[in-house]
C-alpha cells in the first residue's frame, strides 16, 4: 500500500477511534452463505427480501425506515477472503452514482474481518452518508452491508463517521 493510500485510512481509523454512543444497533443474520452482521448506532430496521432479488440473486435483502436504507449484498466469490473481498468491492464504489472520488472515501479495518467505506455524497438540497461494511463468508460470497442515511446538516457528518467502530459481519 502506497503513502497516499495509507492517509485517508488512518484518517479514517482516527475518526473511527473516536467514542459515540447511540442506544439503537442493527443486527440481522442471513443463511447460506451464514453470517450476522451487527451495526451499533443505525436502527434496527425491518429487513426483507430485496425487491430486485428474482433477477438479480446477490442483492438479498432491503430496509428502509425514515431517514435510513440499509442493504445486503452477496455477490459469490469462490475462495476470497474478507480482504479479497473488500478490495474488490471497494474497486467498484466509483462506477457507482454519487460516489466521490476513491480520495474521498475513508477506509478502515474494523477487525479481522470486517471493513467499512464510509462518505457524504452532496446531492441537491441534502447529503447522503453512505457506510459499506465488507467482508466474506463461507469462502464461497463476498459481503456488502450498505447503510445510508439522508441527512440535513454538515452536522450530520461527525456523527455518521464517528459510529461504527464496533461495527462486524461474523460467521453464523
Given at each position: ?119 457524504a455524497a452532496h446531492l441537491p438540497g441534502f447529503l447522503h452518508l453512505n457506510a459499506h461494511f465488507l467482508s466474506a463468508a463461507a469462502g464461497t460470497h463476498c ?10 446538516s454538515l452536522e450530520d457528518i461527525d456523527p455518521w463517521f464517528k459510529g461504527f467502530s464496533k461495527a462486524k459481519i461474523e460467521p453464523d
Amino acid at each position: 500500500m502506497t503513502k497516499a493510500a495509507l492517509l485517508p485510512l488512518a484518517a479514517a481509523l482516527a475518526v473511527l477511534a473516536a467514542p459515540h454512543s447511540s442506544a439503537e444497533e442493527f443486527v440481522f443474520a442471513v443463511t447460506a452463505p451464514g453470517f450476522k452482521v451487527t451495526i451499533p448506532n443505525l436502527p434496527p430496521l425491518r429487513m426483507s427480501p430485496h425487491p430486485m432479488q428474482a433477477t438479480h440473486p446477490h442483492l438479498r435483502f432491503m430496509g428502509a425506515e425514515g431517514a435510513y436504507t440499509i442493504s445486503v449484498i452477496t455477490p459469490r466469490a469462490a475462495g476470497m477472503s474478507a480482504l479479497e473481498c473488500a478490495s474488490a468491492i471497494l474497486r467498484t464504489l466509483g462506477a457507482r452514482p454519487n460516489v466521490p472520488p476513491a480520495a474521498e472515501l475513508y477506509r478502515a479495518r474494523l477487525d479481522d474481518s470486517t471493513y467499512v467505506v464510509l462518505y457524504a455524497a452532496h446531492l441537491p438540497g441534502f447529503l447522503h452518508l453512505n457506510a459499506h461494511f465488507l467482508s466474506a463468508a463461507a469462502g464461497t460470497h463476498c459481503i456488502e452491508v450498505h447503510a445510508s442515511k439522508i441527512a440535513n446538516s454538515l452536522e450530520d457528518i461527525d456523527p455518521w463517521f464517528k459510529g461504527f467502530s464496533k461495527a462486524k459481519i461474523e460467521p453464523d
